[in-house]
């Protein structure tokens, strides 16, 4: 063990010089680190920026999750007509 710590001693102010340079707290993919949820909240806010209105519209009629009127408001809010990109109307079987 003593012969560890005494390796170490020279490698002591580079390893000091290295960490005054670099931002306190500093990690993640943007300082060359294994990516943290940082990371991962920056892509998913990249994500979700990129989705137009109408995507998110279509996504919503296809699930077939809404009730017809909250369809119908939707539909109107995009300017879909109609039994375009969703149910028909029709209830499910």
């Not at 102010?13 to 990516?35: D, I």
């Not at 990249?46 to 909250?70: D, F, I, N």
Request: glycine content about 8%; hydrophobic content about 40%; cysteine-free.
């Amino acid at each position: 063990m003593l012969q560890q710590t005494m390796a170490a001693v020279p490698h002591r102010q580079a390893r000091l010089h290295e960490t005054a340079n670099r931002k306190r707290g500093a990690s993640g993919s943007a300082y060359g680190k294994l990516p943290h949820v940082l990371d991962a909240i920056r892509l998913i806010n990249l994500a979700v920026g990129r989705v137009t209105k109408a995507q998110a519209a279509r996504y919503w009629l296809s699930a077939e999750v809404l009730s017809l009127a909250q369809s119908a408001l939707v539909r109107a809010e995009v300017g879909s007509p109609e039994g375009e990109s969703g149910d028909s109307g029709a209830a499910p079987p």
